[in-house]
């Protein structure tokens, strides 16, 4: 038969076109394991055997699964890292001093290697086949360090702190007296850094509701005020905030980055004598408000902040500037037309929203997504839910909407006593795990 042609329905390049996207049961088979996950989701249940508690670690902050799933780690308010095995539920090792202060994150380099960061100041290496002494302590930041990220490309370790900081470690050639290390980028309100799936894009939230995007990322080259290409500022679903000055309140006065003007980058700043001709410059600096629901006059603040593990969104928790009202919202990452010939354009949709509980108020409580990217788990008063796109938990590319829509409530669980701060889901196996502020981790699994 003749070729249907590039156009015609069924015709090769449909075809091309559905697989670039993701759609077809060929390209991906364990989407057709969809039902059997939602159902193995349906059925999980807080497993009391496996409920893990101490009287000394006070609040729970931050938990982290090894790459193989092998042992769960727990940051804890009063200086302890504890350490478990998730499926036996066997209590493995704690850390009493890990930090002198608070510890805030944990993150895993490989199946051995993992970082914590701490309000010492510090992060420490850690190896779990020896874990009476540190690797070493890592010295550079001024205030609170708050979240570790890892580039696989280039090995290198990358912090983010209070003190508006973002610090690149050569972990390579790191020694028992630290590691060799750079400041590589700085921002006033500075809460939250993430590195995109492959390392080519860096998020960096902050308190007075702006989010910055560092385009075609290079870690090796350091980023002073003034040296990057601002790309635009706006909205992500307006072009009329351009040139305001940020009315929203307190928390949205000043541009985040130190510069002179008093709010966010006009278009006399979307020019700069660094960009290549041609072509996009490195580190292009994006500078976004993202768009929350019932917030269009009020500032809000992104405590937390997550990446799709496919790279296709970011998912956010938003507090109101009066921390009356919090929000998960997930943006679809768009690629489109450039801005001008030189400048790439990476805006940000809404896609799905939904209301959060408003309990704890002052606590950042960290969510999450599967590992599959169809579900997403957000701390909820006493305990979690487990939301997804649509009710079938499809992929988001296969159930994307025309305009936003509500995220939909899977599953409740509740088996806490206190505010769930932190939860997460095991890389390996259908588990959850979540800790709140009294200090309690608990296990979600199947029960048939």
């Known amino acids: 038969p003749a070729d249907p042609g590039p156009g015609a329905p069924g015709g090769l390049f449909a075809w091309l076109r559905g697989r670039c996207l993701g759609r077809g049961a060929a390209v991906d088979p364990a989407r057709g394991t969809c039902g059997a996950m939602t159902g193995l989701y349906g059925a999980i249940q807080p497993a009391d055997s496996v409920s893990l508690s101490t009287r000394t670690h006070g609040a729970v902050f931050n938990l982290e699964y090894s790459p193989d799933g092998s042992v769960l780690t ?23 001093e890990a930090h002198e202060d608070c510890v805030n994150n944990i993150r895993f380099l490989d199946n051995r290697l993992f970082a914590t960061c701490s309000d010492d100041t510090t992060i420490a290496l850690w190896d779990l086949r020896k874990l009476n002494t540190k690797v070493c302590t890592l010295h550079g930041h001024t205030s609170w360090v708050k979240n ?19 610090i690149i470690w050569d972990t390579n050639r790191c020694t028992e007296d630290g590691c060799p290390h750079k400041k590589f980028f700085h921002t006033r309100f500075l809460m939250r850094m993430r590195l995109t799936p492959d390392c080519s894009k860096m998020l960096i939230s902050t308190s007075s509701g702006y989010l910055l995007i560092l385009h075609d990322l290079d870690l090796n080259k350091s980023l002073e005020v003034g040296s990057y290409p601002i790309l635009r500022a706006r909205r992500t679903t307006s072009s009329s905030d351009i040139t305001s000055s940020g ?10 980055c130190h510069q002179n003007n008093s709010g966010p980058p006009s278009e006399k700043t979307l020019s700069r004598p660094s960009q290549r001709e041609g072509g996009s410059p490195r580190n292009s600096l994006e500078v976004l408000t993202p768009e929350v629901p019932g917030e269009r006059d009020r500032g809000n603040c992104i405590t937390s902040l997550q990446l799709h593990p496919k790279g296709w969104a970011t998912l956010l928790r938003c507090s109101s500037n009066t921390d009356d009202q ?3 919202c997930v943006y679809e990452f768009q690629e489109g037309a450039p801005v001008r010939p030189v400048s790439p354009r990476c805006s940000l949709r809404l896609t799905h929203c939904i209301e959060e509980a408003n309990v704890g108020r002052g606590y950042i409580k960290e969510l999450c997504f599967s590992p599959d990217g169809r579900m997403i788990s957000s701390p909820h008063g006493f305990g979690i839910r ?3 796109f649509d009710a079938h ?4 590319v296969d159930c994307l909407p ?14 806490h006593n206190d505010v769930v701060l932190t939860t997460k889901f095991s890389p390996t196996h259908c ?3 979540s800790g709140c502020l009294s200090g309690r981790v608990s296990l979600y699994q199947p029960k048939f």
């Open 431 to 433: 588990q959850i795990a």
């Open 386 to 388: 487990l939301l997804g």
């Open 326 to 328: 919090e929000w998960t």
């Open 247 to 256: 009315s929203s309140g307190p928390r949205a006065v000043g541009s985040p």
């Open 148 to 166: 570790i990220e890892y580039d696989t490309n280039t090995r290198l370790l990358v912090t983010s702190g209070f003190d508006g900081n973002v």
């Open 393 to 396: 938990c499809s992929e988001l």
């Open 402 to 415: 025309r305009e936003a829509s509500p995220l939909r409530e899977i599953r409740s669980l509740y088996s």
């Open 74 to 96: 727990v940051a804890c308010e009063q200086t302890e890292v504890l350490l478990f095995d998730p499926i036996s539920s066997k209590h493995i090792k704690t850390l009493s």
